[in-house]
């Protein structure tokens, strides 16, 4: 029996995208971020993406000096929110606490008839990004040409920085998100046995550009698939990681808490 995971070792993880804020985690938060830390996952950010989850991200990290808040206006929401809430977005981004903005970004999935507003919400946030030097947490569903294209351009019009979260497009649209300067983070489908697009994107992105998440409650790793995802699952992800790239646990660990710490804590 091999050891557990983070079990007795200084490895160090950061869980840089985590919906703490979830109604999943009400009850339980206290034991989740306990175990998370004795896993090994020092640094969680908590992922916002409309009015009622970016207050509750902020209430969530002011009780906890290793998890951070992030703030955004979700795609798939975008009918429903105003000029109003993009005021509001601005002064949670305006606080030294927030270290990111999103999630924001395209999503075809659920809606495609809505495909300007979702792109008006997007150029605003971008336009906070620049503004205050925060990273973007970008959600890309169905949509990575019009994303792409989209941030290309921005990008011209002056530069600022984000991660692709939980990246699930090719990898050769993961080189092109590389090459515009982004990171791209890896979640559990990568653990997944029949998964074979976010391993090879595993292959191709150099360990300096890849960051870590678990996206939990949602999408939780094997062997866990299926059930309720938390931060202390995390170094399964990396472990996951580490084998495709032949490469040691640690070495996961070190580069893309690094990684994450360069983009959100500065
Ligand atoms: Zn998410």
């Known amino acids: 029996m091999g050891k557990i995971v983070g079990e007795g070792s200084d490895r160090m993880f950061y869980d840089t995208h985590a919906h703490l804020n979830a109604e999943q985690f009400k009850e339980n938060l206290e034991e989740v971020v306990k175990e998370a830390?004795?896993?090994?996952?020092?640094?969680?950010?908590?992922?916002?993406?409309?009015?009622?989850?970016?207050?509750?991200?902020?209430?969530?990290?002011?009780?906890?000096?290793?998890?951070?808040?992030?703030?955004?206006?979700?795609?798939?929401?975008?009918?429903?929110?105003?000029?109003?809430?993009?005021?509001?977005l601005e002064e949670y981004i305006k606080k030294d606490v927030t270290v990111g903005i999103g999630e924001c970004g395209l999503d075809y999935y659920w809606?495609?008839?809505?495909?300007?507003?979702?792109?008006?919400?997007?150029?605003?946030q971008i336009e906070l990004a620049r503004k205050y030097h925060k990273p973007l947490v970008i959600h890309v569903r169905d949509a990575f040409q019009d994303t792409?294209?989209?941030?290309?351009?921005?990008?011209?019009?002056?530069?600022?920085?984000?991660?692709?979260?939980?990246?699930?497009?090719?990898?050769?649209?993961?080189?092109?998100?590389?090459?515009?300067?982004?990171?791209?983070?890896?979640?559990?489908?990568?653990?997944?046995?029949?998964?074979?697009?976010?391993?090879?994107?595993?292959?191709?992105?150099?360990?300096?550009?890849l960051l870590i998440e678990t996206d939990c409650p949602y999408l939780a790793p094997h062997p866990y698939r299926g059930k309720q995802n938390k931060p202390s699952y995390l170094p399964l992800i990396a472990k996951a990681i580490a084998e495709i790239k032949e490469v040691s646990i640690e070495e996961v660990a070190n580069y893309t808490t690094l990684n994450a710490k360069r983009l959100f804590l500065k």
């Open 148 to 209: 792409y294209d989209l941030l290309a351009s921005e990008m011209k019009k002056g530069f600022f920085s984000g991660v692709m979260h939980c990246f699930s497009g090719s990898p050769e649209m993961a080189k092109r998100f590389l090459d515009l300067g982004l990171y791209i983070s890896l979640g559990g489908p990568v653990t997944f046995k029949n998964a074979v697009t976010p391993k090879e994107v595993a292959r191709v992105v150099p360990l300096d550009k």
């Open 37 to 88: 830390k004795e896993a090994g996952v020092e640094h969680i950010n908590v992922i916002g993406f409309d009015r009622e989850t970016n207050l509750l991200a902020q209430e969530i990290a002011a009780k906890y000096d290793n998890l951070y808040p992030t703030a955004g206006l979700h795609p798939t929401d975008v009918n429903e929110f105003t000029e109003q809430d993009l005021v509001v």
């Open 111 to 124: 809606h495609n008839d809505n495909k300007d507003r979702q792109k008006y919400f997007f150029i605003a």
